[in-house]
């Protein structure tokens, strides 16, 4: 009851009264604080959780508030021991005010973020230093804007970090603020847009063996084609719709056939139609996708080491011989033929016979 009067907006949420919710105020400012004692009546094994103005507040104070909850007998003691530190804290930035620039700095971010509209924001720092913004484009895709300050902002440029298939780089001058960099993420993201509609609807279509999770930076694709075959593409983000680079993986006798459509069916690539639409004309083929295969056909393991990822390889020399075409690991490979006293080496290129059918196969030097 006594907890009521003193702090009627934290309210126990539930009947054994172990979890309490609400806020805490503080010279007319409130402050959302949840309290968790897991056993009953026990302050000692409680977990304090708050909004992040609090926890900005009492980030120095993380030690004391732990010591305080082994003290105080009961919730309310420790709700007014916690409401001196905050009003202690509080008083003390008031003094600070002017003096370090560090509450300037916040006052400014948070007027800034006022502007920007809170529900981009979806990370902040206690110390003020790292902010995460959020985008949606046309898309409808998620971009996050992660933004690191120092205590000089706003007259010093933060850095930012993006996931984007070029490098962002901010314009800043001395008035600039956080919604500068806001609407020049903004219109970036707006001129890759058909990139990612390209990229979206390979990822969706086709078995993307490489990279394993492509993010927006993303420009290079390994899709597979066959058990034995796979094309490495790598799209210009400012183009997408303009002929990739192309480069084939896997035996001759697979490779071959696809080189010659590549070569026949050039003339007819037309920027009207999808990148994807362009790269099966292109082929002559239909890529095996999610909806006609599983993924295993084509995440082929190395003949030696069975595994298909070994650290950041995976299995892409093959073997020539059309009944075999086992494919190996490079460095897999490589240690397997320099083993053999009857394998020989020029260059970086090592000769010798595959391990499966005993026919001639090379392996160049892993680059290490
Ligand atoms: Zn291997
Ligand atoms: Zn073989």
Known sequence: ME???????????????????GFISVHNRHYRVQINLHVPGQLSEASVSC??????????????????????STLHDFLIELRSIIERQLEQEEK?????????????LLADLEQLGWERLVYIDPSFQEIHLQLMDDGNRKHVLKVQLSNEYPKEKPKCLTELPAKFEVHWTASSHLQDIYSQ???????????????????????????????????????????????????????PRVLPECRFLGADQAVS???????????FWNEDRSLLDNLQMLLGITFPSPSNSKKEDFSVECGICYAYRLEMEIPNEVCNDARCGQSYHQSCLYEWLRALPSSRQSFNTIFGECPYCEKPITARMPMK
């Open 3 to 21: 907890l009521l009067t003193e702090f009627p907006h934290l309210l126990p949420q539930n009947r054994q009264g172990t979890v309490y919710d």
């Open 51 to 72: 909004d992040w103005k609090l926890q900005h507040i009492l980030r120095r104070y993380e030690h004391i508030i732990k010591q305080r909850l082994q003290q105080c």
């Open 96 to 108: 600070d005010l002017g003096q370090t620039g560090v509450f300037q700095v916040c006052e400014q």
């Open 185 to 239: 993420f903004h219109h970036i993201v707006s001129l890759y847009q058909e990139f990612w509609d390209m990229m979206e609807e390979i990822d969706r279509n086709t078995w993307v063996l490489e990279p394993e999770k492509p993010n927006y930076s993303a420009v290079h694709r390994r899709l597979a084609i066959s058990s034995g075959a796979s094309v490495q593409i790598a799209v210009d983000p400012k183009h």
């Open 257 to 267: 056939p696809l080189r010659e459509s590549m070569g026949k069916n050039i003339q």
